[in-house]
């Protein structure tokens, strides 16, 4: 992100992988299934360190879930390791009925998510997973933001007791967030300063917070107060938090690396219609069309999702508003 | 009743699961009956299997069902469910009452297998998922170096599904021989015959090569059933297949092999000529019995 005067760190996808061999050290019941994607689940020195905690299965979506919720069942921590597209899609009816339904705790890594693939095209991209599975009963939805959410998520999710589904990319993160920032499943993490009114609430989730947050200290500079939200949890939906952002703010907008139906924004305008809180709404995400080709930043600049573009539509909105 | 001194045990034994049978049959037909309801053909079929598995073979009971270190078993073909609730109600896991439930309205005992039963470890009730959710309970256990061992029925209808042959790439590949997959194989689906609907044989080659260790059964026969499941693992290393040869509808003549008794519910007649059927083998078996 051009211009940024954040810290670059590592890809959550690293941070992930960092994380659960530190857990998995001390946890012997934790499990890392992968279908074929240790290399790129960055879970090879995992599985070299700790050969007796990681089973292959294959390139066999279905069976990998299904292996899941049966290790699961016999207590084991176990986590599913395959890319988002393949995990949530050829594995989702596994997902729904052997890990959700029958209330097993798998922890479902969906890995190199929405359109990290950039190039290799639609059937690398998942930008359905948070549409399937928010439409599924008893499975919790995280997309970390940056390196600091992406630990503090695998490590919650170690003894979350529901089925818990978490989604990164694999690009270089920077840090967003204050060194005392608190994360907890299921609360979002205001970025910005409080105060009683804001111009523009922007509500993020994943990898998007970072465009979305460089956008809101351009509109700062051009005197445009922001109540920015990395809302890295879409179940259980932090309802006070995005309330509150929007009580308090002219407008509201949303941004997502997901389709435009079903995801995040779909999630907060129904909210807030249903609440009652009527603001002008915009959501920015990938649109219902056959997705542009190219790299990550570049499917991002081509659909609104960069600094520029987000600052842009806050302006837009803004002026239409006023006139 | 006189029984001989060399046998005796094993004879009390079988004819006890043999009366089963027969007890079993009737629930399963009271509960569709009442319930208006279910898979009657397919729970005929495969209840004499479950009868020799949670009377027999496998360290299942509403004692130790907590307990990680016990017997396991997966119902794969979720829909003939009411073979399955027969079966743990006769078990003691819940009243025998509660089969009046089944179907209602915000009734745990639904259409298909969910863990809101007790004794029922995995919602099924969508095809081809039972086979996964059993490897990875059968490797679970040999990670954590546990003697017990994973059972799950399957339909043949089911076979087409592809997960089915992805998690038996996995069972072998893994050496689950504590995990034993039978085969409900009945030979008709809700369309017609397996065979004609889409084929799968030969099945023995298809599992041989996939790795499994295969035996044959006919599973009807409690006492084929005991001898073949008295032997686990077939063979050390390989997971165990079993091909059960049933009759789709088996004990009552006019369900016997016939499509329409996958889930159809007998009238009132159909219903008492079943009793009828039942009542007359009770009796037979009570007299072929006291031989013992």
Known sequence: MGGSNLQIGKTNLDTFAQTLMELAAVDRDILVLTSDSRGSGRVTPFAEKFPEQIVEIGIAEQNLVGVAAGLASAGKKVFVVSPACFLTARGLEQIKNDIAYSDHPVKVIGISAGVSYGSLGTTHHSLHDFAALQSINNIDIIAPADNFETTQAIQAAVHHPRPIYIRFGKKPMPAIHAPNAHFEIGKAIKLTAEREKYDVALIATGETVTPTYLASQELEEKGITCCVLSLHTLRPFDEEAVRQAAERSSMVITVEEHSVNGGLGSRVASFLMQARIFRPLRIVGIPDVHTVTGSQVEIFNHYGISPQALCQTALGLLEKEAG | ?292
């Open chain 2, 1 to 292: 009743m006189t029984t001989k001194p060399t046998h005796s045990l094993r004879s009390e034994k079988t004819r006890m699961l043999r009366h089963k049978s027969i007890l079993y049959r009737k629930t399963i037909l009271e509960m569709i009956y009442q319930a208006r309801a279910g898979h009657t053909g397919g729970s005929l079929s495969c209840i004499d299997i479950l009868n020799v598995l949670y009377n027999h073979v496998m360290n299942i009971n509403p004692q130790n069902f907590t307990q990680v270190n016990r017997d396991h078993y997966i119902h794969s073909k979720g829909h003939s469910v009411e073979a399955l609730y027969a079966v743990l109600a006769d078990k003691g896991f819940f009243p025998r009452e509660l089969l009046g439930n089944v179907e209602k309205y915000s009734s745990d005992f639904i259409g298909h297998p969910t863990r809101s039963v007790l004794g029922i470890e995995q919602n099924t009730g969508a095809l081809g998922h039972g086979l996964s959710v059993a490897v990875g309970m059968a490797l679970a256990a040999k990670k954590d170096g546990r003697s017990n061992r994973i059972f799950t029925i399957m339909g043949d209808g089911e076979l087409t599904e592809g997960s089915i042959w992805e998690a038996s790439a996995s069972a072998a590949h893994y050496g689950l021989d504590n995990l034993i997959a039978i085969i409900d194989r009945n030979t008709l689906q809700i369309t017609g015959h397996t065979e004609h609907v889409m084929n799968m044989e030969p099945l023995e080659a298809k599992f041989t090569a996939f790795g499994f260790a295969v035996r044959h059964v006919d599973g009807n026969n409690v006492e084929e059933l005991v001898t073949l499941l008295e032997n686990l693992p077939f063979e050390p290393g390989k997971p165990n297949l079993v091909l059960a040869h049933t009759v789709k509808g088996k004990g009552i003549s006019y369900m016997e092999d016939q499509i329409q008794w996958h889930h159809r519910v007998p009238t009132d007649g159909e219903y008492a000529a079943a009793l009828l059927e039942l009542d007359a083998a009770e009796k037979h078996l009570e007299k072929t019995d006291g031989r013992f």
